[in-house]
């Protein structure tokens, strides 16, 4: 064996032990012992251990060279593996059984200088810290609020005087003014207006704005609107009540005398004429007055003979048609009707049960004394007229005097377009009337007060 083949066999050992390794080259030293474990045979001649150590630092070199062209330095140094180690223990059978001659020294070759580490990159700056928000400065605590003085206990309330009792009415009292003519308006409605109080009137709506004599709807309306009531006076102001006859009613005669002709107003209205055992159907044809009295033409000649106890009325199918047209036609306008005047003061027969059903109350339902109790049925009040032809002064304190020891209803009525019913005298009745406490109220309110009575 040469020496060279002893140098390639020291080599492959060196580098088989330098492969075992985990990161590369380790220390100078490790491998060192690695090489001598791995050539543990006896030379023939001792081996010169700076001689040793001279090849091994050449082919370290060698080993280096090649391994930074592999992979460059590592600085940090792994434990070597323990399984490495028990595997280069172990001997190389081909180097026990033929011992080979120790090469001779070689002229130690200069060292090689060891190659400058790279420089190792500079590390990138770190980002420079955003600087951090300036913390908010904490609110400066709010002074604690001083405590409220405790309330003083307030003073218990002194008793408040009991009040004092609203005086009481001594009764009420309802004016009513008939037939919708223009002087409600002009010459009644003021009055009221100085004393605030109101009124009601009975109107007829055939005739409302027919010409510049009655009321027109508006002026109607205006009144309402000021607290006065609308009450129903018939349609065109018919008699709704039975007249009685002044003479008998032979069968063949073509009139009939009665005590008031106001039947025999219109033309071909339907007209009855009857007793306890006979009755006449026929129509209007014209009315007038002779030297017997008032009497009603009649269509045709009387059919059947009619004692001086008879009457004349309408039909009742007639009366109910025009009452249900003269509430049809106040509607239209807006006027809200509450009550009956009968025309004419006439009220016996049919028609108190017709207008009883048709209305809740009723001003005339018999005229004269006007004092009406607060239990009495409303559709069977009365009333009393105030004209100057019809009491004095004196007689009008007399009755406002018995309203009060009564403490009831009183009603009154008039008309405004009668020279009897001057505006001073509408003044009097209610200075009078107030003075005695007397309340003046509408008709619907004078129901609806009494109610509790019945």
Known sequence: MTHSDDNSRLSFSRRTALGLTVTGVGSLAGCLDLVADSTSVEPDEPIDHDDAVDADDEDTDVDEDAHDKEEPVREEHSEPDDSTDE???????????EPEPEPEPEPEPEPEPEPEPEPEPEPEPE?????EPEPEPEPEPEPEPEPEPEPEPEPEP?????????PKSNGLLVFTYDDSPIEDYSETFPVHEEFGVPGCIAVNPANMGESDLWLTPEKAHEMQDAGWGIMSHSYRHRPYGQIPLTKPMSKGDEKVYVERNTHGRFANDPLVVTDDTSRFE???????????????????????DISADGIVHYPRLFLREKLEKTDEQLRMWDLDVFGFVYPYDRYYGPAEEIVRDHYDAVANHRWSQGHNDLDADPTTWRRQYIET???????????????V?????AIVG????????????VRFVIEQALVRDLEIVTIQEAVERTAEYR
């Open 87 to 97: 595997t280069s223990e172990e001997p190389d059978p081909e180097l026990e059984s």
């Open 127 to 131: 980002p420079e810290p955003e600087p």
């Open 158 to 166: 002194e008793p408040e005087p009991e009040p004092e009792p609203e």
């Open 282 to 304: 026929t129509r209007v044809v014209e009315r007038g007055t002779d030297a017997d009295g008032e009497y009603i033409v009649l269509e045709e000649p009387a059919g059947v």
């Open 389 to 403: 032809n019809r009491l004095s002064e004196s007689d009008v304190e007399e009755f406002l005097d018995t309203a």
């Open 405 to 409: 020891e009564e403490e009831c209803v």
């Open 414 to 425: 008039a008309h405004s377009q009668y020279d009897t019913l001057p505006a001073s005298r």
